[in-house]
């Protein structure tokens, strides 16, 4: 259990974008950063 905690705590969320399987591209989507790396990533619903 605490692994998963520790996998879903983040410090701050940001705004990104990918350009990967998106069309027309730069699909706007929620970054989680944890210790300056993103830990997880939730495209808006929209792009999905």
Do not use: A, F, Q
């Not at 879903?8 to 929620?30: A, F, I, L, N």
Request: with cysteine; charged share 25%.
């Amino acid at each position: 259990m605490n692994k998963y905690r520790e996998n879903t705590t983040w410090d701050s969320v940001h705004w990104g974008t990918h350009c990967v399987d998106c069309y027309p591209g730069g699909c706007p989507m929620r970054v989680y950063v944890k210790d300056g790396v993103i830990v997880r990533r939730n495209p808006p619903v929209l792009c999905r």
